[in-house]
């Protein structure tokens, strides 16, 4: 297995800069833009920047909190945005509220794929997959969605929780975040970042689960290739949140550049 090479950033980096951002990860060979759903910034406004100056670049969010954003409000954005669902992955997951969290994804994913009409003359729905941690959200997604989006794994976890997704549904699209920085002034905001979703409950509970660390589920600038290699051994897709010194165009241009020499 080879997976898929991916670019990952926050919404909160803002269209303006995606827009210059996505033709460089397109030139590279990336397979797709992700961009997270912060609170506070549309992370399907960001995209359609991305997709009006690329042209196969797909675009994924990573992921919308179905507690936050309703299918329905999910929906009628991309339509107002027209971000063309034939390049669009729709990344969802439970969000903050714990109660009913699988029976809230199930309805979310099942509406999604029902009823996200593409445009007159466009045959291809958004694909849905689902942001997971535990076994059951796992199972979850692989059933009910098109996929799944993995997080904070290191590599023989990840191979295993993706082969455990293709056993349940084979035609199921696997892909992993990988927080990455390729360059030596950025470690300390990937170690602030690792050390932040480590003390998340749900995290933490999670990593004591798969007997793992956080810092064990990162790539650092002295292992950009050996980490990337690695990573695309275990799943469909490699999505690197790339973690840089300062969010400036410059800086991703040259995450980009990095990690394409690298690979």
Do not use: C
Request: aromatic share 4%.
């Amino acid at each position: 297995m080879t997976g898929r090479l991916s670019l990952g950033i926050a919404a909160a980096v803002g269209p303006e800069l995606a827009a210059k951002l996505a033709p460089a990860a397109e030139r590279a060979g990336m397979h797709a833009l992700w961009v997270n759903d912060t609170p506070g910034h549309d992370a399907l406004e960001v995209l359609a920047a991305a997709a009006k100056v690329t042209e196969r670049l797909t675009l994924a969010t990573g992921v919308v909190p179905v507690d936050r954003r309703a299918p329905g409000e999910v929906r009628r954005r991309v339509i107002e945005l027209d971000l063309p669902t034939e390049r669009l992955v729709l990344g969802i997951g439970s969000g903050s509220t714990a109660a009913g969290a699988l029976a809230r994804v199930e309805a979310a994913a099942s509406d999604l794929r029902a009823e996200d009409a593409p445009h007159a003359g466009e045959p291809d729905r958004a694909r849905v997959v689902v942001g997971a941690l535990g076994p059951k959200m796992r199972r979850l997604g692989a059933m009910a969605s098109d996929g799944l989006l993995l997080s904070w794994l290191p590599p023989a976890q990840a191979r295993a929780q993706s082969d455990e997704a293709h056993d349940i549904a084979p035609a199921t699209h696997v892909a992993l975040y990988v927080r990455t920085a390729t360059d030596a002034a950025a470690v300390s905001r990937l170690d602030a970042e690792t050390e932040r979703y480590a003390g998340y409950p749900a995290y933490a509970a999670n990593f004591a689960r798969l007997g793992i660390e956080a810092r064990d589920t990162v790539i650092r600038p002295d292992a950009v290739g050996e980490g990337v290699a690695a990573y695309r051994a275990t799943v469909d897709e490699v999505v690197l949140r790339a973690i840089t010194a300062e969010e400036t165009l410059d800086d991703y241009l040259r995450f980009v550049e990095a990690v394409a020499a690298a690979a």
